[in-house]
C-alpha cells in the first residue's frame, strides 16, 4: 500500500482540517481550563491557512485518488465559502459556549470535522464518497445538536435530527445502490455514460434517480422533506442552528446539483419538472408558515425553508428544456452567489439571537426584542439590516442574490416562475419587517428592561463586523463576487 | 427457511434468537457456495457474533414475559403473506422464473488466482483508499461523540 504523494497535495486543506481537529482531541483533555480558548484559535488559523491554500489553487481541475475526488474551481468556490462559514461559527461560539456553560473544545473539533464532511462532498466525483461525506457531516451536527443535553428541547432536537437523517441517508444509499446496479460503477462519469444510455425507461435509472433526489431534499430541507427543519433548528444550541442552516445547506446544494449536472445531465428535463414542483411547494410552504411563528429561531428556520426554495429556482433554470448551456450555467452561478450572500445574512441574523439574553436564557422569543431600539440602538440596527437583507430589499445584499436568480429563470424563459417568486419574497417582507416594527415601534415593558441584556464578546463582534460587511459591501458592490461565481460555475455537458 | 419460520413461531424469544443465528449460518453457507467467501465471513462475524449478541443483550435486560403481544395481527399477516406468494408465483411464471435483464449482465471478474477475502483487501488499500479513510473519521465521530452525550460530570446545567 503507498499513498501517491501527488494526491494528498490536492487534498491538502482537508488533511489540514482534520490533522487540526485530531490535535485538538489530543490536546484537550492535557490543557488547563483557562487555556482552551488557544484550540478555538488553533481552528480558526488553520481555517485561515486552508482559505488561502485552496484560493491559490482556483482554477485549476485535479483529480485524485483514483478518480473519486476532483477539485476544480467549483469545489473550491464552495469550500471558500464553507471556510467563512465555519470560522464564523467558532469565533461566534467562543462567546456563546461560555454563556451557555457547554465551554468543551470537543465543539470545535466537531464543527472541524463537519467541515471536513463538506469539503468531501464538494468535491466528491463519486457517490460513494459523496455519501461518505454526508454522513460525515450530518454525524457531527447529530452531535452538536445535542450539545445542551441537561436541555430536553436540544436532546430532542439531536434524537429527531438522527432519526429523519439517517432514514433519509437510507434512502439515498438506496438510490446510490439501484443506480450502481445500472451502471455498474459509482463514479459519476460513468453514471452520466450509463443513463444517457438507458434513459428514464429503464425503471431502475427511475427510481434510483428520484430516491436520490428525495434524499438530498432532505438535507437541504425542501417541501416535502422539511418536517425536521423547525424542531431541529428551535431546539440545537444557537450557534449549531447558524451552522446547519448556512454551511450544511451550502454543501449539500453543491453535492446535489453536481450529482444532478454531471451524473444525470442526460435527463435533465425530467428532473427539473420534479424539482419544479418540490420548488414552488417550497416557496409556499416556507413564507407561508414563517408568518405565524412567534419564535424568533423557528421563524428563520421556516425562512431558511423558503430561501431553499429561491435556491431551487436556480436548479429548475439550469435542467430546464431548451435552455442554452450560456442560460444554464447562468442558472448555477446564480445559487452559488445566492447561497454565499444567504450565507452572512443568515449567520448575522443568528449571531444577534444569539447574543441577545434575557436572564440566563437566550432572546429567540419575538417578544424579547420589543423596543429593543430604545435599550440597544446598535443592536437593533443591525436586526433590521440583516431582516431587509433576508427579505430581499434594496440595497442589500439579499436583493443581489434573488434578482440574478430572478433574471436567470426570466432569460430561461420561465417569467412566470420569477413571479412567483416575487410574490413570496413580498410575502416574506411581511415576518421580517415585524421583527423591525416590534424593534422600533412598541416599548419595552420595564420588566424587560431590566432582563434584558447583550452578550457581547469582542469574538461575535467580529462575526458581526463580518456579516455586515458582506451585506453592505455585496450589496453596493457585487461585481467581484459576481465574477468569482460566473467563473467558477460548473462547466456544463 | 425451518429456521425463519421458527424465529418467528417459537414462544421464548432466547429460543428465536438462537434459531436465528443457525439460519444466519446457513445464510453464510449460501455466501460460500457462491463463491464470496468475504461475504460469508462478514456475515458470521458482524451478524452471527455481534449484531445477534446485541439483540440477545436486549431480550434478556428487557424480560419479555407478556408473549400475546402480537397474536392479533395473525389474520392480517397471512393476508399480506398470501398476496405476496401470490405475487411472486406470478412474476416467476410470466418472467419464466429467471427474470430476463433487458440489459447484458455486468461481467463478473472472479478472482481466479487470488481469492475474494485478498481482492477485496486490495482494492480497499488502493482504489478506494480514500472513502476507506473518511469511513475511519465517521468511527472517530460517533465515539468522540457517545463521550460527550453520555459522560457524567463534564458539563454542569446553569443554576
Known amino acids: 500500500m503507498s499513498i501517491p504523494l501527488a494526491d494528498l497535495v490536492t487534498i491538502l486543506p482537508e488533511c489540514l482540517v482534520v490533522l487540526a481537529a485530531c490535535v485538538l482531541f489530543v490536546l484537550d483533555p492535557v490543557m488547563p481550563a483557562s487555556k482552551k480558548d488557544f484550540l478555538a484559535w488553533m481552528c480558526v488559523g488553520t481555517l485561515v491557512v486552508c482559505f488561502f491554500i485552496t484560493a491559490a489553487g482556483m482554477g485549476e481541475k485535479t483529480f485524485a485518488f483514483s478518480n473519486l475526488v476532483v477539485v476544480d474551481s467549483y469545489a473550491s468556490f464552495w469550500k471558500l465559502l464553507l471556510y467563512v462559514v465555519s470560522g464564523m461559527t467558532i469565533l461566534l461560539s467562543i462567546g456563546y459556549l461560555k454563556e451557555e456553560r457547554i465551554d468543551l473544545a470537543e465543539f470545535y473539533g466537531f464543527i472541524m470535522l463537519s467541515l471536513t464532511g463538506m469539503m468531501i462532498m464538494v468535491s466528491g466525483s463519486d457517490l460513494l464518497v459523496i455519501y461518505l461525506g454526508i454522513e460525515l457531516m450530518s454525524i457531527s451536527l447529530y452531535i452538536m445538536c445535542g450539545f445542551k443535553r441537561f436541555e430536553a428541547k436540544s436532546i430532542e432536537a439531536s434524537a429527531k435530527y438522527f432519526i429523519l437523517g439517517a432514514f433519509s441517508s437510507g434512502l439515498l444509499l438506496y438510490g446510490i445502490s439501484l443506480i450502481f446496479g445500472a451502471a455498474g460503477s459509482t463514479q459519476l462519469v460513468e453514471i452520466a455514460a450509463a443513463v444517457n444510455a438507458r434513459g428514464l425507461d429503464d425503471p431502475l435509472v427511475l427510481i434510483a434517480m428520484m430516491l436520490i433526489i428525495v434524499g438530498f431534499a432532505f438535507k437541504v430541507a425542501a417541501v416535502p422533506f422539511h418536517m425536521w427543519t423547525p424542531d431541529v433548528y428551535q431546539g440545537a444550541p444557537t450557534t449549531v442552528t447558524a451552522f446547519m442552516a448556512v454551511a450544511s445547506k451550502a454543501a449539500s446544494f453543491a453535492a446535489f446539483l453536481r450529482v444532478l449536472l454531471e451524473g444525470f445531465g442526460g435527463v435533465k428535463p425530467n428532473w427539473s419538472g420534479l424539482i419544479l414542483g418540490m420548488c414552488i411547494l417550497t416557496l409556499i410552504l416556507g413564507n407561508i408558515v414563517a408568518i405565524v411563528q412567534t419564535n424568533i429561531k423557528r421563524m428563520l428556520a421556516y425562512s431558511s425553508i423558503a430561501h431553499a426554495g429561491y435556491a431551487l429556482i436556480g436548479v429548475v433554470v439550469a435542467g430546464w428544456m431548451g435552455t442554452g448551456a450560456g442560460v444554464a450555467s447562468a442558472g448555477v452561478s446564480s445559487i452559488m452567489l445566492y447561497l454565499a450572500i444567504y450565507s452572512f445574512m443568515t449567520m448575522g441574523a443568528f449571531a444577534m439571537v444569539a447574543i441577545l439574553r434575557r436572564g440566563g436564557l437566550e432572546g429567540e422569543e419575538l417578544d424579547d426584542f420589543t423596543g429593543l431600539a430604545k435599550r440597544h440602538k446598535g443592536a437593533a440596527f443591525l436586526m433590521m439590516l440583516f431582516m431587509i437583507s433576508l427579505a430581499g430589499i434594496p440595497p442589500t445584499a439579499g436583493f443581489i442574490g434573488k434578482f440574478y436568480l430572478f433574471m436567470a429563470a426570466v432569460n430561461a424563459g420561465l417569467t412566470w416562475l420569477a413571479v412567483v417568486g416575487l410574490v413570496f419574497a413580498a410575502v416574506s417582507a411581511f415576518y421580517y419587517l415585524r421583527v423591525v416594527m416590534v424593534m422600533y415601534m412598541r416599548e419595552p415593558s420595564s420588566e424587560q428592561e431590566l432582563e434584558t441584556r447583550l452578550a457581547l464578546s469582542p469574538t461575535a463582534m467580529v462575526v458581526l463586523a463580518f456579516a455586515v460587511a458582506g451585506v453592505v459591501f455585496l450589496g453596493v458592490y457585487p461585481g467581484p463576487l459576481v465574477s468569482i461565481a460566473t467563473s467558477s460555475a460548473l462547466p456544463l455537458p | ?159
Open chain 2, 1 to 159: 427457511m425451518l429456521t425463519a419460520t421458527l424465529v418467528v413461531a417459537l414462544r421464548n424469544p432466547i429460543h428465536s434468537a438462537l434459531s436465528l443465528l443457525v439460519m444466519f449460518f446457513h445464510v453464510a453457507g449460501l455466501y460460500v457456495t457462491l463463491h464470496a467467501e468475504f461475504l460469508a465471513a462478514i456475515q458470521i462475524i458482524v451478524y452471527a457474533g455481534a449484531i445477534l449478541v446485541l439483540y440477545l443483550f436486549v431480550v434478556m435486560l428487557l424480560n419479555i414475559k407478556r408473549e400475546e403481544q402480537f397474536n392479533k395481527q395473525g389474520v392480517v399477516a397471512m393476508f399480506l403473506g398470501f398476496v405476496l406468494l401470490a405475487e411472486t408465483v406470478l412474476l416467476g411464471i410470466s418472467r419464466g422464473f429467471l427474470i430476463a435483464s433487458p440489459h447484458a449482465p455486468l461481467p463478473v471478474q472472479a478472482g481466479a488466482s487470488v481469492g475474494n477475502t485478498e481482492s477485496i483487501g486490495e482494492l480497499l488499500y488502493s482504489t478506494y483508499l480514500f472513502p476507506f479513510e473518511i469511513a475511519s473519521l465517521i468511527l472517530l465521530v460517533a465515539m468522540v461523540g457517545a463521550v460527550i452525550l453520555t459522560k457524567k460530570g463534564i458539563m454542569e446545567p446553569k443554576s
